[in-house]
């Protein structure tokens, strides 16, 4: 059974960075038909996508344009985890953040969220 | 960005009905498309994937339908662990986008 956990810190300053962890259990970061996702989710702009880090021979990433400037998606094979980090940030960051498992065989699908990890921007 | 629209918004319902949701894309997004239901506090859960495989574990009450810009998502008997929040979301195209969310409530 996969889990996926997450950790980070719940307040954040504008400007600063938002970072997050999500440690992989049951499967690999590196897996081949997988792909760990970031998502977030507010009031105001529903569920976002945000970006993805996937080994395919080597890593690529993928990220929304919206946050393409500030955003950072990063493997670490030693740990099995993925982090996120969210450079410049500003209260409409204020979100629900969630790591999930896309399995990218067969159309798709977020089969595996983590916990989700409530960041709120202020000072 | 392909934009997904859900209707109803909002869906009061009865144990034992049988309910439809549709998600309407913006353009072809052949079968690439997912439904999930979230609780307050919890996490989506996929139900349906490539927009008519019911995901490992899902009570075959959860039925998907459609392709191209139609979709729908049929619950034939509706549960008391059924009212939540629903979201479609494509797989088709970076960046990958949800659906604003049907909620059912109960009647």
């Known amino acids: 059974q996969v889990q996926l956990q997450q950790s980070g810190p719940g307040l954040v300053k504008p400007s600063q960075t938002l970072s997050l962890t999500c440690v992989i259990s049951?499967?690999?970061?590196?897996?081949?038909?997988?792909?760990w996702n970031w998502i977030r989710q507010s009031p105001s702009r529903g569920l976002e996508w945000l970006g993805r880090?996937?080994?395919?021979?080597?890593?690529?990433?993928d990220y929304a344009l919206s946050v393409k400037s500030r955003i950072t998606i990063n493997p670490d094979t030693s740990k099995n985890q993925v982090s996120l980090q969210l450079n410049s940030v500003t209260p409409e960051d204020t979100a629900l953040y969630y790591c999930?498992?896309?399995?990218?065989?067969?159309?798709?699908?977020?089969?595996?969220w983590g916990q989700g990890t409530l960041v709120t921007v202020s000072s | 960005d392909i934009q997904l629209t859900q209707s109803p918004s909002f869906l009061s319902a009865s144990v034992g009905d049988r309910v439809t949701i549709t998600c309407r894309a913006s353009?072809?997004?052949?079968?690439?498309l997912a439904w999930y239901h979230q609780k307050p506090g919890k996490a989506p859960s996929l139900l349906i994937y490539?927009?008519?495989t019911l995901q490992s574990g899902v009570p075959s009450r959860f039925s998907g339908s459609g392709s191209g810009t139609e979709f729908t998502l049929t619950i034939s008997s509706l549960q008391p662990e059924d009212f939540a929040t629903y979201y479609c979301?494509?797989?088709?195209?970076?960046?990958?986008?949800f659906g604003p969310g049907t909620t059912v409530d109960i009647k």
């Open positions: 353009q072809g997004i052949s079968s690439y």
């Open positions: 880090t996937y080994y395919r021979s080597k890593w690529y990433n």
């Open positions: 979301q494509q797989f088709n195209t970076h960046p990958f986008t």
């Open positions: 490539a927009a008519s």
């Open positions: 999930a498992r896309e399995l990218t065989s067969n159309y798709g699908r977020f089969d595996f």
């Open positions: 049951g499967d690999s970061v590196s897996s081949n038909s997988a792909a």
